[in-house]
Nanobody, 124 residues
Framework: QVQLVESGGGLVQAGGSLRLSCAASGRTFSTDSMAWFRQAPGKEREFVAFISGSGGRTFYADSVKGRFTISRDNAKNTVYLQMNSLKPEDTALFYC?????????????????WGQGTQVTVSS
């Protein structure tokens, strides 16, 4: 079982930046994949970004491409999401997710463990 704890959310003005962190424990981290999802009020949880175990492969939702960057530090068992040029429509609860193995997945059901979420609010 993998435990995930997110941090770094907050309130920021449009155009600002935030960096989210997700600390993982409970399993060897470096061979498995991680992702960020988000869920706005009244909407379904949606994919934001994915990173493979080595960090060599990343994928992004079109809505965040060029603004968000996912990265990981396997020595610290931590994955990050750097968010720049934030927009009010980025307001959501952001979740970290763990997926055993190296393969990319968009579907929430293909992720094995989730954190509790961290709130990001972008004011206009």
């Amino acid at each position: 079982q993998v435990q995930l704890v997110e941090s770094g959310g907050g309130l920021v003005q449009a155009g600002g930046s935030l960096r989210l962190s997700c600390a993982a424990s409970g399993r060897t981290f470096s061979t498995d994949s991680m992702a960020w999802f988000r869920q706005a009020p009244g909407k379904e949880r949606e994919f934001v970004a994915f990173i493979s175990g080595s960090g060599g492969r990343t994928f992004y939702a079109d809505s965040v491409k060029g603004r968000f960057t996912i990265s990981r530090d396997n020595a610290k068992n931590t994955v990050y999401l750097q968010m720049n040029s934030l927009k009010p429509e980025d307001t959501a609860l952001f979740y970290c997710a763990y997926r055993k193995g190296p393969f990319f997945a968009l579907d929430t059901q293909q992720y094995d463990n989730w954190g509790q979420g961290t709130q990001v609010t972008v004011s206009s």
